[in-house]
């Protein structure tokens, strides 16, 4: 498909009206070709058309079902043999019992604007209790904690690239009992970009990042790369 | 996840009802797309406009193959073949949030056009389908669209300043 078949195909393409063979193709050449900016502006307008439909209230089981879902797919939180936590926990307090490295971090840290950050606050209507957090670390971010809605975002730079098979391990700690859980893995680009939204329990203070060999340790392996610490 | 559902499950839902004028139907788009953005969300810009936009697109693009499914499937107990639609729904289009200036857009639009438009958008027709129903020649019918979108997007765009 060529361009100019592209230009003749872009409004039925915007309001989903080609087949799906035709639609994959003009999908395909979009994402190679720079040659069509006008399309983004079509898309959004052909997106927008979804809000001159009447609101309708979705019935009450949805949400119950949806959210049953949610919580069965959200990843356990995992507790961690004693002698781990002990070690882990000190490790972490000790990062920030340190002013000389948290001054030291702080000087290099950007004013962040997160995507993800603007949405959950956009959620909350102001009404949520929230947090914001930078990282201390071998990267630069911070970490948005949204108490009521038991849910944090982290958002970083700069983080060093791995070797393959080796992850980025977001593990919680909670104020019941020093316990460092699993929060799930740290999505990294290739520009070292990391991002995760993870489901968070009562009481958290701290967030910790650690490199492991692979995704599903039990247990954190120490340094952590990164620490958060919440009030 | 919840506050998310709050916020947009009644209108995810009317436009999913609206295209499928299915209660039961509906809501499985609904579900399945509240799942889909869940499960997406490490991958996909959530800032609110975009997240919007891609969410309602999700609707829109789940409730299209449902459409298709539901005309091309005899047998009518089979279940929907619902496509993967990460491949190709947009994730950065940023909507007007204005649904008032919408419907005015829409409605200061040519007949010929808005019915275009509510053919494809709202009825899952495809540009082939409409221009058999109105026996038109496809180009006049993939014209109209583009007229129709042009117009919108100008007038949404002269009421946002």
Same mark, same amino acid.
């Given at each position: 498909?060529?361009?100019?078949?592209?230009?003749?195909?872009?409004?039925? $393409?915007?309001?989903?009206?080609?087949?799906?063979?035709?639609?994959?193709?003009?999908?395909?050449?979009?994402?190679?070709?720079?040659?069509?900016?006008?399309?983004?502006?079509?898309?959004?307008?052909?997106?927008?058309?979804?809000?001159? +439909?009447?609101?309708?209230?979705?019935?009450?089981?949805?949400?119950?079902?949806?959210?049953?879902? +949610?919580?069965?797919?959200?990843?356990?939180?995992?507790?961690?043999?004693?002698?781990?936590?002990?070690?882990?926990?000190?490790?972490?307090?000790?990062?920030?019992?340190?002013?000389?490295?948290?001054?030291?971090?702080?000087?290099?840290?950007?004013?962040?604007?997160?995507?993800?950050?603007?949405?959950?606050?956009?959620?909350?209507?102001?009404?949520?209790?929230?947090?914001?957090?930078?990282?201390?670390?071998?990267?630069?971010?911070?970490?948005? $904690?949204?108490?009521?809605?038991?849910?944090?975002?982290?958002?970083?730079?700069?983080?060093?690239?791995?070797?393959?098979?080796?992850?980025?391990?977001?593990?919680?700690? $909670?104020?019941?009992?020093?316990?460092?859980?699993?929060?799930?893995?740290?999505? +990294?680009?290739?520009?070292?970009?990391?991002?995760?939204?993870?489901?968070?329990?009562?009481?958290?203070?701290?967030?910790?990042?650690?490199?492991?060999?692979?995704?599903?340790?039990?247990?954190?392996?120490?340094?952590? +790369?990164?620490?958060?610490?919440?009030? | 996840?919840?506050?998310?559902?709050?916020?947009?499950?009644?209108?995810?839902?009317?436009?999913?009802?609206?295209?499928?004028?299915?209660?039961?139907?509906?809501?499985?788009?609904?579900?399945?797309?509240?799942?889909?953005?869940?499960?997406?969300?490490?991958?996909?810009?959530?800032?609110?406009?975009?997240?919007?936009?891609?969410?309602?697109?999700?609707?829109?693009?789940?409730?299209?193959?449902?459409?298709?499914? !539901?005309?091309?499937?005899?047998?009518?107990?089979?279940?929907?073949?619902?496509?993967?639609?990460?491949?190709?729904?947009?994730?950065?289009?940023?909507?007007? &949030?204005?649904?008032?200036?919408?419907?005015?857009?829409?409605?200061?639009?040519?007949?010929?056009?808005?019915?275009?438009?509510? &053919?494809?958008?709202?009825?899952? &027709?495809?540009?082939?389908?409409?221009?058999?129903?109105?026996?038109?020649?496809?180009?006049?019918?993939?014209?109209?669209?583009?007229?129709?979108?042009?117009?919108? !997007?100008?007038?949404?765009?002269?009421?946002?300043?």
């Amino acid at each position: 498909m060529n361009c100019d078949e592209i230009e003749e195909l872009a409004g039925a $393409y915007a309001l989903g009206a080609l087949p799906d063979d035709e639609r994959a193709a003009v999908s395909a050449h979009l994402e190679t070709c720079d040659k069509h900016p006008e399309m983004a502006g079509l898309l959004a307008t052909a997106a927008s058309l979804a809000l001159a +439909v009447d609101e309708v209230e979705p019935p009450a089981a949805l949400k119950s079902r949806l959210m049953g879902i +949610v919580e069965a797919e959200a990843p356990p939180q995992r507790t961690v043999p004693a002698r781990a936590r002990r070690g882990f926990g000190e490790t972490v307090r000790g990062w920030f019992a340190s002013p000389r490295l948290g001054y030291g971090l702080a000087s290099a840290m950007a004013v962040l604007v997160v995507g993800l950050l603007a949405w959950n606050v956009s959620l909350q209507g102001g009404g949520s209790d929230q947090q914001v957090v930078n990282v201390s670390g071998n990267a630069a971010g911070r970490v948005i $904690y949204l108490s009521d809605e038991k849910l944090a975002v982290m958002d970083v730079h700069n983080l060093s690239p791995l070797p393959e098979g080796k992850v980025y391990e977001v593990w919680g700690f $909670y104020d019941s009992a020093n316990i460092a859980s699993p929060l799930g893995l740290l999505q +990294v680009t290739t520009a070292g970009t990391g991002t995760g939204t993870m489901a968070i329990g009562d009481g958290l203070n701290q967030i910790a990042v650690t490199i492991e060999d692979a995704p599903g340790a039990v247990s954190p392996t120490l340094p952590p +790369v990164l620490t958060a610490k919440f009030s | 996840m919840e506050a998310l559902y709050d916020r947009l499950s009644r209108q995810a839902f009317g436009l999913a009802y609206r295209m499928l004028g299915d209660s039961h139907a509906a809501e499985d788009v609904v579900q399945e797309t509240f799942l889909s953005v869940w499960r997406a969300s490490d991958r996909i810009d959530t800032t609110r406009g975009k997240l919007s936009s891609y969410l309602l697109t999700v609707v829109h693009r789940r409730a299209i193959d449902a459409l298709r499914s !539901r005309k091309a499937t005899v047998d009518t107990d089979s279940a929907p073949d619902i496509k993967d639609e990460r491949a190709d729904v947009p994730r950065t289009v940023e909507m007007v &949030m204005d649904a008032e200036a919408v419907r005015t857009a829409l409605t200061g639009l040519p007949e010929e056009q808005r019915a275009v438009v509510d &053919m494809a958008y709202y009825k899952g &027709m495809t540009h082939v389908e409409i221009a058999e129903k109105l026996s038109l020649p496809l180009g006049t019918v993939k014209s109209r669209m583009r007229l129709a979108l042009d117009k919108i !997007r100008i007038a949404l765009a002269g009421q946002a300043t």
